[in-house]
């Protein structure tokens, strides 16, 4: 009598993505916290289950196969599919819970900080998970399901699985220290931020980016004499010195001594970038996202700059 082949289990293809990742049976198992052996047979029964191998072995290296490399983006699929059925009930039951990961660019840090801390105030069960870094590398944990939601500036370049909601506008600007001789300036043309010395983000971030696209083809010559990726040492920087920096309005949200002064340019008169909510579409929402998304939209940095219309 032939017995049932036993079903795939998820377990195994936790496993499998392990090992593709890998392609050592030792390193994979070590990772996973179960001996080579359990690793081994798992793989074996899944091999099984599918009828053709996924790896092949010799004494010297593992590789995937065709058919190994074909199932590595069904078997995330697969498993992303569990975890959202899993989040559903575990939000039916406890009603909120659980964590909730946010993705920030610099910029965007100060205007969060009045959501970050009325959220945790209401729901303090729900665990939160920070991350800053640069809009392209939250963009990519996105796509790889590490983050729930990033917040930042809109690309200028979308991405077809990423959905982004517009939160607000705002204008790009000088931004110096209170006592600077540009501090009572109502605008600052890109002609003239050519005679002061620039302490500026480095490319990658969007104000920076921002910066790079207005100024390109003008013949201008700036007087960059610093660049760095971390937006607090520009801010100190700034109020120390008389340096200037270009960055976008919102990032001195909440920040004392300094001015924010809109830049101008002959192509645009006043140079504005779009705050948005970046979501994967068509993938479940937590309710603790939810949550967070309504009580952004209910800040006051968010209604201080919600699509009005800039200034000239």
Same mark, same amino acid.
């Given at each position: *009598?032939?017995?049932?082949?036993?079903?795939?289990?998820?377990?195994?293809?936790?496993?499998?993505?392990?090992?593709?990742?890998?392609?050592?049976? =030792?390193?994979?198992?070590?990772?996973?916290?179960?001996?080579? =052996?359990?690793?081994?047979?798992?793989?074996?029964?899944?091999?099984?289950?599918?009828?053709?191998?996924?790896?092949?072995?010799?004494?010297?290296?593992?590789?995937?196969?065709? $058919?190994?490399?074909?199932?590595?983006?069904?078997?995330?699929?697969?498993?992303? $599919?569990?975890?959202?059925?899993?989040?559903?009930?575990? #939000?039916?039951?406890?009603?909120?819970?659980?964590?909730?990961?946010?993705?920030?660019?610099?910029?965007?840090?100060?205007?969060?900080? #009045?959501?970050?801390?009325?959220?945790?105030?209401?729901?303090?069960?729900?665990?939160?998970?920070?991350?800053?870094?640069?809009?392209?590398?939250? *963009?990519?944990?996105?796509?790889?399901?590490?983050?729930?939601?990033?917040?930042?500036?809109?690309?200028?370049?979308?991405?077809?699985?990423?959905?982004?909601?517009?939160?607000?506008?705002?204008?790009?600007? %000088?931004? %110096?220290?209170?006592?600077? &001789?540009?501090?009572?300036?109502?605008?600052?043309?890109?002609?003239?931020?050519?005679?002061?010395?620039? $302490?500026?983000?480095?490319?990658?971030?969007?104000?920076?980016?921002?910066?790079?696209?207005?100024?390109?083809?003008?013949?201008?010559?700036?007087? *960059?004499?610093?660049?760095?990726?971390?937006?607090?040492?520009?801010?100190?920087?700034?109020?120390?010195?008389?340096?200037?920096?270009?960055?976008?309005?919102?990032?001195?949200?909440?920040?004392?001594?300094?001015?924010?002064?809109?830049?101008?340019?002959?192509? #645009?008169? %006043?140079?504005?970038?779009?705050?948005?909510?970046?979501?994967?579409?068509?993938?479940?929402?937590?309710?603790?996202?939810?949550?967070?998304?309504?009580?952004?939209?209910?800040?006051? &940095?968010?209604?201080?700059?919600?699509?009005?219309?800039?200034?000239?």
């Amino acid at each position: *009598m032939k017995h049932p082949t036993k079903p795939m289990e998820l377990r195994q293809l936790k496993y499998f993505l392990k090992l593709s990742e890998t392609l050592n049976f =030792s390193a994979a198992a070590r990772e996973l916290f179960i001996t080579q =052996s359990t690793l081994s047979q798992q793989i074996q029964q899944l091999e099984h289950e599918f009828s053709q191998p996924l790896f092949q072995r010799n004494s010297h290296e593992v590789s995937l196969t065709e $058919a190994g490399q074909m199932l590595i983006p069904l078997a995330e699929e697969t498993l992303h $599919a569990a975890d959202n059925c899993q989040m559903r009930m575990e #939000e039916l039951k406890n009603l909120m819970g659980g964590e909730l990961n946010i993705g920030v660019t610099f910029s965007f840090t100060s205007i969060m900080a #009045e959501t970050l801390t009325a959220f945790l105030r209401a729901y303090p069960n729900v665990k939160m998970n920070v991350s800053q870094s640069y809009m392209a590398d939250l *963009m990519e944990r996105l796509l790889h399901h590490e983050l729930d939601f990033v917040l930042a500036f809109k690309p200028l370049l979308g991405n077809p699985r990423i959905e982004s909601r517009p939160l607000f506008r705002n204008r790009l600007a %000088v931004i %110096v220290d209170e006592h600077h &001789a540009l501090s009572t300036r109502k605008s600052v043309t890109l002609s003239e931020l050519q005679r002061y010395d620039l $302490a500026m983000p480095r490319r990658g971030l969007q104000a920076r980016n921002a910066f790079d696209r207005i100024s390109a083809g003008t013949g201008y010559r700036f007087r *960059m004499k610093v660049e760095m990726n971390t937006v607090y040492l520009l801010f100190r920087l700034v109020r120390e010195s008389n340096y200037v920096t270009v960055l976008s309005e919102s990032t001195v949200v909440g920040e004392t001594g300094l001015c924010a002064i809109p830049i101008l340019n002959a192509d #645009e008169p %006043v140079y504005t970038m779009q705050g948005c909510i970046h979501l994967l579409k068509d993938a479940y929402m937590k309710q603790a996202t939810r949550e967070f998304i309504r009580l952004l939209g209910e800040s006051t &940095a968010i209604l201080r700059n919600k699509f009005s219309e800039p200034e000239e």
